[in-house]
């Protein structure tokens, strides 16, 4: 069976090793998320699980064909204009998905990534002098137990 910690570590893992000096983005794992828009400046992204689906196999000595789905949420805010926080926000999502792509067995704990989904959400947030956007990362891998 799968232990999701070991997944979700892998994932803050290849995140923070991509996360070089020239970026500062916050990286978390299984906090509460982000209400701090001073923080959602510098970029900040966390990590969750979502869900594990266990299905049979009537062939070979795997028993189940295991698809496990990760939530990645990533914030992002800017004091000019809801443009240049749409911008920092893109990046942020490039960051994660080029930082995932280039590691597809997350560290050896999946055999594959089978597929990823970005959903923005559509209720950005101004507060006082700040423009406020999210989005989140569906990372769905697949593994047999």
């Not at 990645?72 to 443009?83: C, G, T």
């Not at 089978?114 to 002098?129: C, E, F, L, R, S």
């Amino acid at each position: 069976m799968i232990n999701f910690t070991n997944i979700t570590q892998a994932i803050q893992d290849i995140l923070k090793a991509a996360n070089t000096s020239s970026r500062s983005y916050t990286i978390t794992r299984n906090q509460v998320l982000n209400t701090d828009e001073s923080v959602a400046v510098q970029g900040w992204i966390g990590i969750y699980r979502d869900n594990v689906s266990y299905d049979p196999l009537t062939v070979g000595n795997t028993p189940y064909l295991t698809e496990v789905v990760s939530k990645i949420e990533i914030q992002s805010a800017s004091y000019s204009s809801p443009e240049d926080c749409e911008k920092r926000l893109e990046e942020i999502v490039e960051f994660v998905l080029d930082a995932l792509k280039a590691n597809p067995t997350l560290n050896g704990y999946v055999h594959m990534l089978k597929g990823i989904t970005v959903d923005y959400d559509d209720n950005y947030a101004k507060t006082t002098d700040i423009f406020f956007q999210t989005a989140t990362v569906e990372l769905t891998s697949e593994t047999r137990s």
